[in-house]
Antibody, heavy 121, light 112 residues
Framework: QVQLEQSGPEVKKPGASVKVSCKSSGFTFSNFGFNWVRQAPGQGLEWVGWVSANNGNTNSAKRLQSRVTMTTDTSTSTAYMELRNLRSDDTAVYYC??????????????WGQGTLVTVSS | DIVMTQSPDSLAVSLGERATINCKSSQSVLYSSNNKNYLAWYQQKPGQPPKMLIYWASTRESGVPDRFSGSGSGTDFTLTISSLQAEDVAVYYCQQYYNTPAFGQGTKVEIK
């Protein structure tokens, strides 16, 4: 069965960086894209960005573009999201979510369990 | 950027009754070349990740009960729960994927 297993919770200081991983199983990793979606405490869903596991193409939300990097490692079927220069308003649960296409984000048919990133001095 | 607006923000429905959630996009999400609406619906229960219910505006994901249905085209869409069950208490989100993805603000469904 499709599984997306994310790394554990992180506590970071403002200005630091965080890298969250999402290890996949149960399907052919390189046939899909992977999105990152975040949810601040008590708030709605915000798309962070997308990476194709086929060719490494990426796209990200304009307001995060300068601080976010998304990558994949096909040898371990793992997607990564790194967010730099963290601020307190980056505190959120970060989800990875699979897209059914290698060329664009489309809809998100399977989700990881989420990783809480807390930014606090 | 396309902005998604859901209504209402919350609703309370009696068990077995119909629940209707609306979603409006600031521009059309209908792609003329394939006549598909680039819209999905998700359900999120407390402490859980979202779960996809509907994609292409009206295609139910495998395993989703048939009491959930999606309709609409262009800029106006609806998610209907035909007979509300206790396990349907959740927050529901619409999402467009016509261009960079955007979600509605969510609609909280409770039991009356």
């Amino acid at each position: 069965q499709v599984q997306l297993e994310q790394s554990g919770p992180e506590v970071k200081k403002p200005g630091a960086s965080v890298k969250v991983s999402c290890k996949s199983s149960g399907f052919t990793f390189s046939n899909f894209g992977f999105n990152w979606v975040r949810q601040a405490p008590g708030q709605g869903l915000e798309w962070v960005g997308w990476v194709s596991a086929n060719n490494g193409n990426t796209n990200s939300a304009k307001r995060l573009q300068s601080r976010v990097t998304m990558t994949t490692d096909t040898s371990t079927s793992t997607a990564y999201m790194e967010l730099r220069n963290l601020r307190s308003d980056d505190t959120a649960v970060y989800y990875c979510a699979r897209s059914p296409d290698i060329h664009s984000w489309y809809y998100f048919d399977h989700w990881g369990q989420g990783t809480l990133v807390t930014v606090s001095s | 950027d396309i902005v998604m607006t859901q209504s209402p923000d919350s609703l309370a429905v009696s068990l077995g009754e119909r629940a209707t959630i609306n979603c409006k996009s600031s521009q059309s999400v209908l792609y003329s070349s394939n006549n598909k609406n680039y819209l999905a619906w998700y359900q999120q229960k407390p402490g859980q990740p979202p779960k996809m219910l509907i994609y292409w505006a009206s295609t139910r994901e495998s395993g989703v009960p048939d009491r959930f249905s999606g309709s609409g085209s262009g800029t106006d869409f609806t998610l209907t729960i035909s007979s509300l069950q206790a396990e349907d208490v959740a927050v529901y989100y619409c999402q467009q994927y016509y261009n960079t993805p955007a979600f509605g603000q969510g609609t909280k469904v409770e039991i009356k």
